[in-house]
């Protein structure tokens, strides 16, 4: 039963006490708050008003709904009436509303807070991860013009097997042969993509093909894979306190990976200095190391490495030589307009005579899964015996 019936005055009440015993509204500190506005209620009726405040102050509110359905990736928050989200097809407006731009604000507020993390006139943005593992973004007025905005993605504990993205149509039919020979011959790769292109999402499911005997060790910014993996030690970095201390960055994380004797280093999402670490370990006997990457096209990917690298005071001539030692395959993903992500491109990674690191196409999806493209002797070379007989 809702608390609609049992009155929203009575809600208050019960809100009230709560609020100042600062109090999670268990089932029995809701009953003993109804109890003494003198209201007896059958038990259904005490875990409906449970329920309803829990949501209102621990879970997500009116997004609740929205976030249980297991379609859901996406849920954004424009303004207190534009409530979206994406089930994978593209976005969707959704009938949920708020009741005005002050309840986002509080709810992104107490989002925050409850990770851990501040958001206020003073730092109105967050981008931080809540407990169980959803990605929260909020930026708050002015600086977000009209209402507060929150981007919340949500992580599915659940990594997509290599069969699902197939029928998902994500993996062209027979492209598995070929990613599982990838993992097989320890080749290095990088996943590129642009945002939400499903990037961390394909990295989880290759993790999963990785043999039972091997040791992956995941460094993350923010824990998002979840490879389905007997023997796998994640690391996630974290920002500085209130006080400026504790900061653990992703490069930290490298370093401290690379003495847990790791079969597969992964790096979560290479986007800043540890690409230095990172290059140094696959150049120095650390095979079949991979991460995501940022870029809209595969082509784009060494200028990427080489933005990072350079800020993190690699020479250019240094990184690509490293890097050609240390990189064998990209796989670029794209979303398309229907809302389908998929891999659009194998490249492997070959040298120019200027010595500087070029992709070349090796696969590319045609109409009928992958069609071979001038890399391909190279990337078959690479694959050598595990991909068996050719395609
Ligand atoms: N192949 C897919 N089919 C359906 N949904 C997917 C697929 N790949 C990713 N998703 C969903 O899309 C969202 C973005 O995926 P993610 O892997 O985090 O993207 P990226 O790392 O490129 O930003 C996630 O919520 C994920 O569950
Ligand atoms: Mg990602």
């Given at each position: 039963m809702s608390a609609v019936t049992t009155g929203g005055g009575l809600l208050d009440a019960v809100r009230q006490r709560l609020a100042e015993s600062g109090a999670e509204p268990t089932p029995a500190r809701v009953a003993a708050a109804l109890r003494a506005q003198g209201r007896l209620l059958g038990d259904t009726e005490v875990l409906g008003v449970a329920e309803e405040l829990r949501c209102e102050l621990v879970g997500t509110g009116p997004l609740e709904s929205l976030l249980a359905d297991?379609?859901?990736t996406d849920v954004l928050v424009s303004a207190p009436d534009q409530v979206w989200v994406d089930r994978g097809g593209g976005l969707e407006p959704t009938s949920v509303s708020f009741a005005d731009a002050a309840s986002v604000r509080r709810l992104a507020q107490r989002l925050a807070a409850v990770a851990g993390r501040r958001l206020d006139d003073a730092r109105p943005w967050v981008d931080a991860r809540l407990p169980d593992g959803t990605r929260m973004h909020a930026v708050l007025p002015p600086v977000a013009v009209g209402s507060t905005c929150l981007s919340l993605r949500v992580v599915r504990p659940k990594a997509f097997s290599l069969a699902e993205l197939t029928a998902a149509g994500?993996?062209?039919?027979?492209?598995e042969r070929v990613l599982r020979a990838l993992i097989e011959a320890r080749l290095s790769y990088v996943i590129s993509g642009g945002t939400g292109t499903g990037k961390t999402t394909l990295l989880s499911s290759l993790l999963g093909?990785?043999?039972?005997?091997e040791r992956i060790v995941l460094a993350e910014d923010s824990a998002e894979l979840r490879p389905d993996h007997p023997h796998v030690v994640r690391l996630e970095g974290r920002p500085a306190n209130q006080e400026g201390a504790g900061l653990v960055t992703l490069r930290d994380l490298v370093r401290q990976a690379l003495r847990m004797r790791p079969d597969r280093l992964v790096v979560g999402e290479v986007r800043g200095d540890e690409v230095t670490e990172l290059l140094a370990a696959l150049n120095t006997g650390h095979e079949g190391g991979c991460g995501t990457l940022h870029a809209n096209?595969?082509?784009?990917v060494p200028a990427r490495l080489e933005a990072l690298g350079t800020a993190a005071g690699l020479d250019r001539a240094a990184l690509h030589s490293q890097l050609a030692a240390a990189l064998s395959v990209v796989i670029h993903l794209v979303r398309d307009r229907s809302g389908r992500r998929r891999i659009a491109e194998v490249h492997v990674l070959e040298r120019d005579d200027a010595g500087l690191v070029v992709p070349v196409p090796a696969l590319r999806w045609g109409a009928e899964g992958f069609a071979y493209e001038r890399g391909w002797a190279r990337l078959r070379r690479l694959l050598g015996e595990t991909l068996g007989d050719a395609l």
């Open positions: 297991p379609s859901v994500t993996v062209p039919p027979g492209g093909l990785v043999g039972g005997r096209t595969a082509a784009d």
